[in-house]
């Protein structure tokens, strides 16, 4: 018996209708609706055919000899032939007749027309026109002039241009101006009602001299007392000790340096674990990255990862622990519960079980003994189901290759 190969099928008592998912490159051939089906691409679920296709069969394609209905945009090129009883919707035969010879019967009825005597002064050229009398159904919009309205000089609208010349302007009563105004410097000395420019006000304060007593400062001989802020705008030296009594101390500054070696925190009469709990240092963005000692917990905390830069290692009692690649020697016991993958290295522990995805074999003949599996000589020689991989050297014969039905 020679081999048959069978493709996938459904017999015409079932549906019409293409096989839900196919195979890259499987076949399968409708009876009911007489459409041969294809499994295009390999982007589907678990590797199936992206899309299936109709290729063939008088359900998808046009016969020669059989009347057919077609649907859809169809596009010919050449010649193409109709019988004279063809009619097109509504269209009949007769009227499509009278399409026929438009380049010479209606051509020549419409140069008759244009011909006449008088053409010339009842048909205006498509060229530079000269109408006469009262032309009608002309709007503005058909002359681009949507915009125009025939109102007097006080209704007539502002355009936006002009106004947003006009918002640019500051009224004379009162006027609030943005951005950097700019004036005139007045005269140093001059004490009327002009505006005091920055440069004016710079130039009359340049060279007082402050001096004072206990929150005072006397200025020309005036005793002023100090205002609730006080902003120094230039650079203040303290020579002796600064104490700062008030209960937040806010440094508004790019660069802070300190010469000190140490900085103490949570400097209290009688420091405890307690009165050192959550003290540290917090550094504000999206989310609070926070570096605190608990007390609950005996230790520092971070609020964030640690990132320790390339050649450095993490180490305790001055000895690594653990570096970018690789734990520390001393670090002989773990309790991991999950592994990536091992490329490189020899397993020394116990057989795997097959329940933990192991053949609890030492060997090859064991692992097939534990999983169930016999070689290919001593299978079933009916129905043998090999799924995936590749077949070399096979002879098969007196073989039906079927690919059931959907």
């Known amino acids: 018996m020679a081999n048959t190969v069978r493709i996938k099928r459904r017999s015409s008592s079932g549906a019409?209708?293409?096989?839900?998912?196919?195979?890259?490159?499987?076949?399968?051939?409708?009876?009911?609706?007489?459409?041969?089906?294809?499994?295009?691409?390999?982007?589907?679920?678990?590797?199936?055919?992206?899309s299936v296709i109709s290729i063939g069969g008088v359900g998808a394609f046009v016969t020669l000899g059989t009347v057919q209905t077609l649907t859809g945009n169809k596009t010919f090129s050449g010649t193409i032939v109709l019988p004279s009883t063809t009619s097109i919707g509504s269209v009949t035969s007769t009227e499509i007749g009278y399409v026929d010879g438009v380049t010479s019967a209606i051509q020549t009825q419409i140069d008759t027309k244009l011909?006449?005597?008088?053409?010339?002064?009842?048909?205006?050229?498509?060229?530079?026109?000269?109408?006469?009398?009262?032309?009608a159904g002309i709007t503005k919009t058909m002359v681009g002039l949507d915009n125009v309205d025939n109102t007097t000089d006080a209704g007539k609208p502002v355009s936006t241009a002009g106004q947003t010349a006009l918002d640019l302007k500051a009224n004379l009563a009162g006027p609030t101006f943005t951005g950097v105004p700019a004036a005139p410097t007045a005269t140093a000395g001059t004490n009327t009602t002009q505006l005091a420019s920055t440069a004016f006000v710079t130039n009359a304060v340049a060279n007082v001299t402050l001096t004072g007593t206990t929150n005072e400062i006397v200025v020309t001989g005036?005793?002023?007392?100090?205002?609730?802020?006080?902003?120094?705008?230039?650079?203040?030296?303290?020579?002796?000790?600064?104490?700062?009594?008030?209960?937040?101390?806010?440094?508004?500054?790019?660069?802070?340096?300190?010469?000190?070696?140490?900085?103490?925190?949570?400097?209290?009469?009688?420091?405890?674990?307690?009165?050192?709990?959550?003290?540290?240092?917090?550094?504000?963005?999206?989310t609070d990255k926070t570096f605190n000692w608990l007390s609950a917990a005996?230790?520092?905390?971070?609020?964030?990862?640690?990132?320790?830069?390339s050649g450095k290692v993490l180490k305790i009692a001055n000895t690594s622990v653990l570096s970018g690649t690789t734990l520390g020697s001393g670090v002989i016991y773990s309790s991991l519960t999950t592994l990536g993958t091992i490329v490189t290295g020899v397993w020394n522990g116990t057989t795997i079980a097959i329940a933990n995805g192991g053949t609890g074999a030492t060997t090859a003949s064991g692992a097939r003994t534990g999983l169930g599996l016999g070689t290919m000589s001593i299978q079933d020689a009916v129905s043998v189901a090999i799924t995936g991989g590749t077949l070399d050297a096979v002879t098969i014969s007196n073989t039906i290759f079927d690919g059931g039905t959907f």
């Not at 839900?20 to 390999?42: P, R, V």
């Not at 011909?115 to 032309?135: D, E, L």
């Not at 050192?276 to 550094?283: K, L, P, W, Y």
Request: proline share 4%; aromatic share 4%; net charge negative.
């Open 16 to 50: 019409a209708g293409a096989p839900s998912t196919l195979e890259n490159a499987e076949l399968a051939y409708n009876e009911a609706d007489n459409i041969l089906y294809y499994g295009e691409g390999t982007g589907g679920n678990n590797g199936s055919a992206t």
């Open 115 to 135: 011909a006449s005597t008088t053409a010339s002064s009842t048909y205006a050229p498509i060229a530079s026109p000269t109408f006469t009398g009262t032309v």
């Open 222 to 286: 005036t005793v002023l007392s100090l205002a609730t802020n006080v902003v120094i705008p230039n650079d203040l030296t303290v020579t002796g000790d600064l104490t700062v009594s008030g209960n937040t101390t806010t440094l508004n500054t790019a660069t802070l340096i300190v010469e000190d070696k140490n900085i103490v925190l949570a400097n209290v009469a009688s420091p405890t674990d307690i009165t050192a709990n959550t003290a540290g240092i917090t550094i504000l963005g999206a």
């Open 298 to 309: 005996s230790a520092w905390t971070s609020s964030e990862n640690i990132d320790i830069v």
